[in-house]
């Protein structure tokens, strides 16, 4: 069975053939007959089978990483409510450390941190700039209006799609 790539150069050389009138009948009818469009649709079946597997990998690869992230999420969620118990019972009893053969913990100050009231009042020597951000989407919306925006125009491009 014939590569892909070669039945495609196969389809170019005949359409190169077909094109040249100085070419002889007789090597035309014989590129015909040596061309069977029957290996042609089998290699294109083929690859879309297995594109069709890969895109079923990917979705179920994708349903995984999210099961795990959902598992993740609770097991740091159960992880933040034990240190939360921990923390209010080891203040209950007014114990600030605590050593046992495997483990030290101890309650202590945090590094301090900003805590913000209310954003109006800050002064603005505080904030820092941004660029601007492009709307691409708006662009592309006003674009098919008919309105001309410089420096921008409308691109499309090809792409496979299997149904």
């Given amino acids: 069975m014939s590569k892909l790539y070669e039945i495609a150069e196969r389809y170019i050389n005949l359409t190169d053939l077909l094109e040249d009138p100085k070419v002889p009948k007789e090597v035309v009818s014989k590129a ?25 990998d990917i979705e179920s690869i994708s349903t995984e990483m999210k099961r795990f992230q959902e598992k993740k999420r609770a097991k ?25 053969p495997l483990f030290n913990l101890g309650i202590q100050l945090s590094p301090p941190s900003v805590n913000v009231i209310n954003i109006q009042k800050i002064p603005r020597k505080y904030f820092t700039k941004q660029e601007p951000l492009m709307d691409k989407r708006e662009i592309l919306l006003d674009l098919k209006a008919g309105i001309k925006i410089k420096g921008c125009e409308i691109k499309q491009t090809e792409g496979l799609r299997i149904r």
């Fill in 32 to 56: 015909l007959s040596d061309l069977q469009e029957g290996d042609l649709q089998e290699k294109v079946v083929s690859m879309c089978k297995f594109i069709k597997n890969i895109e079923a």
């Fill in 76 to 100: 740091e969620n159960s992880k933040e409510r034990i240190k939360l118990y921990l923390f209010e019972q080891l203040n209950r009893v007014e114990r600030k450390a605590f050593k046992t």
